[in-house]
C-alpha cells in the first residue's frame, strides 16, 4: 500500500484525535497518535545520548600537505634534460636517481673550480715561502702578509664553487652531465620537465611527498572567531577524527575569514588536494543531549524535537546548541534513552500545525 493511502486511511480513522494536542507535564504539546498509525507514516525513532561534545561549526576544506613534508628537488645548473628516472605516484627510496641533465653551466663552473684549485696551491707555495723568509728576517713581514692573505682570498673562492657544485648533493658524470638525487625516501608529487625539455637553474625539478600525514585547511568565518581553539576535534563526514592545529587572528580582507589548519588521519583515504566537509567540536557541556541531525526541525520560531510517549509525540522546544550533517547536540527537558523521530517529521509537523 502506497503511503498516500496509508496516510489517508490514518486520518479516516482518527478525523479529529489525530492531532489532538494536550499539555505534557514539560509543558509541551502533546500529538496523539497510535503505534500502528505510526507504523503506518513510517515514523522511525532514535534513541536520546548524553552528548560526549558538541558541533562549534560546520565548513568546506582541502586536504593538504604537512608543512615541510613535501620537498622540492631543484636543479642547481641550467641545462636540458637527458632523461627522466621517476613517475608521479612512484615510491623512491633515499639516494634514487631522479633525473639526468646535461649542463654547459655545471662544465664551466668545474672548469673554474679547477683553476680556482691550482691557483689557490701557487697562492699557498708563495705565502709559504715568503712566511719563511720574514721568520729568517730576510723578507718583510708585511710582503707575507699580503701573500697570504693572496691565498685567503683565493681560498674563498674554491669553497664557493665547491658548494655551488654540491648543491643538491647532485651527482656529476663524466660527459658533463649531472644526476639529482633522492634526499629523503617518499612519493614523488610532481616530474615537472620531460626529456629535451630546458630547465632553469633552481627551477623545482621533481616533488616529493616524505610523510603520509595530512593536513586539512579551511576559511573559519569571522563569527566564529574566538569560539575554535587549538586542539578542538574535527570530525569528517566518513566518521574520521582529527584536531585543529592552529586558527588565525587576522581575517582576510577579502574572504573576511581566518585560516584553520587542522591534521586528519592519514589512513582515511584522502589525497591532497580533495574537497571535504568538516566539523569542528569540543566538550560538551554538562546537560547537553546528541540527536540525529533530521531529528530537529524548526517549528513555531524555535528549535523543537518529537519525543515518543505513550500516547504519541510530546512537541518539545529545544535549545540548538551545535549541527552538523548527521548529529546536533541540543538542551532541554529530556533524559537519555528517550526516543525522537528522525522520519516522517512532514507529517508531524502538519499534525501540530493543523491545532
Known amino acids: 500500500m502506497s503511503l498516500s493511502r496509508v496516510l489517508a486511511a490514518s486520518l479516516a480513522v482518527v478525523p479529529v484525535g489525530l492531532g489532538a494536542l494536550a499539555p505534557t507535564a514539560a509543558g509541551a504539546a502533546e500529538i496523539a497518535i497510535s503505534k500502528a498509525q505510526i507504523e503506518g507514516l513510517e515514523i522511525k525513532l532514535e534513541d536520546v545520548r548524553a552528548a560526549t561534545d558538541e558541533a562549534i561549526a560546520l565548513l568546506p576544506g582541502t586536504v593538504i600537505p604537512p608543512m615541510n613534508s613535501r620537498i622540492a628537488v631543484p636543479a642547481p645548473?641550467?641545462?636540458?634534460?637527458?632523461?627522466?628516472?621517476?613517475?608521479?605516484?612512484?615510491?623512491?627510496?633515499?639516494?634514487?636517481?631522479?633525473?639526468?641533465?646535461?649542463?654547459?653551466?655545471?662544465?664551466?663552473?668545474?672548469?673554474?673550480?679547477?683553476?680556482?684549485?691550482?691557483?689557490?696551491?701557487?697562492?699557498?707555495?708563495?705565502?709559504?715561502?715568503?712566511?719563511?723568509?720574514?721568520?729568517?728576517?730576510?723578507?718583510?713581514?708585511?710582503?707575507?702578509?699580503?701573500?697570504?692573505?693572496?691565498?685567503?682570498?683565493?681560498?674563498?673562492?674554491?669553497?664557493?664553487?665547491?658548494?655551488?657544485?654540491s648543491l643538491g648533493n647532485i651527482k656529476t658524470n663524466a660527459d658533463g652531465s649531472y644526476?639529482?638525487?633522492?634526499?629523503?625516501?617518499?612519493?614523488?608529487?610532481?616530474?615537472?620537465?620531460?626529456?629535451?625539455?630546458?630547465?632553469?637553474?633552481?627551477?623545482?625539478?621533481?616533488?616529493?611527498?616524505?610523510?603520509?600525514?595530512?593536513?586539512?585547511?579551511?576559511?573559519?568565518?569571522?563569527?566564529?572567531?574566538?569560539?575554535?581553539?587549538?586542539?578542538?576535534?574535527?570530525?569528517?563526514?566518513?566518521?574520521?577524527?582529527?584536531q585543529v592545529l592552529s586558527v588565525g587572528h587576522t581575517l582576510d580582507p577579502k574572504t573576511r575569514s581566518a585560516k584553520l589548519i587542522g591534521s586528519i588521519p592519514s589512513k582515511a583515504g584522502y589525497v591532497s588536494g580533495q574537497m571535504v566537509t568538516l566539523s569542528i567540536h569540543r566538550e560538551a557541556a554538562a546537560g547537553g543531549f546528541a540527536v540525529p541531525a533530521n531529528s530537529v526541525v524548526w517549528l513555531a520560531g524555535q528549535s523543537r524535537v518529537f519525543v515518543r510517549t505513550p500516547t504519541g509525540f510530546a512537541v518539545l522546544p529545544v535549545t540548538l546548541k551545535g549541527k552538523t550533517l548527521h548529529g546536533a547536540t541540543i538542551e532541554g527537558d529530556l533524559s537519555p534513552g528517550q526516543q525522537v523521530a528522525v522520519s516522517g517529521l512532514a507529517q508531524l509537523e502538519n499534525m501540530a500545525a493543523a491545532e
Do not use: C
Open 77 to 165: 645548473f641550467s641545462g636540458t634534460v637527458v632523461s627522466v628516472g621517476v613517475l608521479p605516484g612512484e615510491m623512491v627510496e633515499k639516494g634514487r636517481t631522479l633525473m639526468t641533465v646535461a649542463s654547459r653551466e655545471l662544465v664551466e663552473t668545474l672548469s673554474q673550480l679547477r683553476q680556482a684549485e691550482a691557483n689557490l696551491d701557487a697562492a699557498k707555495a708563495v705565502a709559504d715561502r715568503y712566511r719563511t723568509l720574514a721568520d729568517k728576517n730576510i723578507a718583510s713581514p708585511t710582503r707575507a702578509a699580503e701573500t697570504e692573505a693572496q691565498r685567503q682570498g683565493l681560498q674563498a673562492v674554491v669553497e664557493e664553487h665547491k658548494r655551488l657544485v
Open 179 to 242: 644526476a639529482l638525487i633522492a634526499q629523503k625516501a617518499g612519493r614523488i608529487v610532481e616530474a615537472n620537465v620531460e626529456p629535451g625539455a630546458t630547465i632553469a637553474a633552481m627551477a623545482p625539478a621533481v616533488v616529493i611527498d616524505t610523510s603520509d600525514e595530512l593536513w586539512v585547511e579551511a576559511q573559519l568565518p569571522a563569527a566564529f572567531m574566538g569560539k575554535v581553539r587549538p586542539g578542538d576535534s574535527i570530525h569528517l563526514s566518513d566518521g574520521a577524527t582529527g
